[in-house]
């Protein structure tokens, strides 16, 4: 979703961040504070408090605490999501599956223990899935 928000904004984003914890494409991301959201993001999936306490400071002078506030509740609610996901056993949806091929190999996502509970897409899902990120492009524009 990150990909398609910012292709719908026409910002650049650097997907690898997601996993490699930095703004990895040696040029800054056009989301504004990213080098911050995402040792933010970092600090809550690890409840690292004495890391986390500077951060927050750092935020609210920064990017003001409301800003800080939603940045926390989406970290908070994407681990909620993940753990339900992982512990219910839900399988990613065909569409997304199509709409992220691309990619999920690429950062490693399908080596999380949640990938196994999705199946292969058959070839013509797999073949398709261009038409699935167009269309959901063409939706999510603002």
């Known amino acids: 979703m990150l990909r398609v928000s910012g292709e719908a904004t026409q910002t650049e984003v ?8 930095t703004d990895s494409s040696g040029k800054h ?3 504004p504070h990213s080098d911050l959201l995402i ?6 999936v690890a409840a690292d408090e004495e890391e986390l306490r500077p951060l927050r400071e750092r935020a609210v002078a920064e990017m003001g605490e409301e800003q800080l506030v939603d940045a926390i509740a989406v970290a908070g609610n994407f681990m909620r999501m993940v753990r339900i996901a992982d512990g219910t056993g839900i399988p990613l949806d065909k569409p ?3 709409m992220s091929q691309d990619f999920r190999a690429d950062l490693g996502v399908d080596q999380f223990g949640g990938a196994s509970n999705t199946p292969e897409l058959g070839i013509v899902a797999k073949a398709t899935s261009g038409l699935t990120r167009a269309a959901f492009r063409r939706m999510a524009k603002p």
């Open 96 to 98: 997304m599956m199509q």
């Open 39 to 44: 040792a933010l993001a970092e600090a809550v």
């Open 14 to 21: 650097d997907l690898e961040a997601i996993t490699a914890g």
């Open 29 to 31: 991301s056009q989301v």
